[in-house]
């Protein structure tokens, strides 16, 4: 589906394939991360927060939600947040 709207998003948008256990690009390369409907779906939230934290810059934003009723109780039935301020300079 993002690969079917990226050519008419208002801005630049590049996909890739990957887990997100084990995200495919270099330490401190994003500013910002947005992750929906993924903790609940993956086979290792931890390790995937962790990757998460690896790939954010130093003071990078990071919003979470998630609106379903996982199988997972551990993620909440409804939540949304988001994390502080972290990753590598």
């Excluded at 709207?5 to 801005?11: G, L, R």
């Excluded at 290792?44 to 927060?49: C, F, N, Q, S, W």
């Amino acid at each position: 589906m993002a690969e079917q709207q990226a050519p008419t998003a208002p801005v630049p948008v590049e996909t890739h394939d990957g887990r997100a256990e084990q995200l495919p690009f270099s330490g401190a390369s994003f500013d910002a991360a947005v992750v929906s409907m993924t903790l609940c779906s993956v086979a290792d939230p931890h390790t995937a927060l962790a990757e998460l934290h690896r790939v954010l810059r130093r003071a990078a934003g990071c919003g979470s939600s998630n609106t379903s009723r996982p199988a997972r109780p551990q993620c909440g039935a409804s939540s949304a947040g988001s994390m502080p301020p972290s990753g590598p300079d």
